[in-house]
């Protein structure tokens, strides 16, 4: 969990009490993950991964770079919940996929050595998911083995300040639900959880 800072409007630890949680707004997320990709990326298990661009294309949010992998990633915003994201999410990978390799250079010199067989990871962040697309999303990554990867998020607040919760879908059984984060939060330090695995594993 991250604390909003709004003076900075970057992403840090958090400090002490009250837990209240509210939907995210899209263009602040967005502003937020790009400000602060190391902390984000780091919350989410992705590290790794290189932020490129914001909105290169009207279409993606963010492009990043899996150095490890030598892959692109296409990584969508969205404060929603709405049936229509894994749709657009999809329809997004497959477009940048198609890319060749000057289109590729011309959003950074570092793509140059992208090997263009694989398609990019693709990394969904939203307030909620459609209960279809969960399945969906599960379905295409343990039957098919398509590099997609989702995240839950929420903004809460946290006595004075501001925090931002992020979760893995589908979310694993036994995964803590915000009374537990509450509860830990009270404790002198919570257990750190596992990192999700990342991209391509």
């Known amino acids: 969990m991250l604390r909003i800072d709004e003076t900075s409007g970057t992403l ?6 009250g ?10 997320l967005l502003g937020l993950i790009t400000s602060s990709w190391d ?19 009207p279409y993606v949010d963010l492009l990043g770079f899996d150095e490890t992998r030598n892959r692109v990633v296409v990584i969508l915003v969205t404060g929603d919940t709405v049936e229509w994201q894994l749709g657009r999410a999809l329809g997004a990978a497959a477009d940048v996929a198609a890319w060749d390799r000057e289109r590729l250079v011309s959003v950074d010199p570092g793509l140059e050595a992208v090997d263009g067989a694989e398609s990019p990871s693709l990394v969904l962040i939203a307030g909620g998911y459609d209960p279809r697309a969960l399945t ?66």
């Open 12 to 17: 840090v630890a958090p400090q002490a009490s």
């Open 19 to 28: 837990l209240m949680e509210s939907p995210p707004d899209r263009e602040e």
């Open 39 to 57: 902390a984000f990326s780091a919350e989410l298990g992705l590290n790794g991964i290189r932020l490129l661009s914001r909105e290169p294309v």
């Open 136 to 201: 969906t999303i599960d379905w295409l990554a343990s039957r098919h083995d398509v590099p997609v990867f989702a995240y839950t998020v929420a903004m809460m607040r946290f006595g004075n300040e501001r925090l931002l919760s992020v979760r893995r879908e589908p979310a694993e059984d036994g995964a803590p639900d915000m009374n537990t984060l509450l509860d830990d939060s009270r404790g002198q330090q919570a257990e750190p959880a596992e990192a999700p695995a990342q991209p391509d594993e």
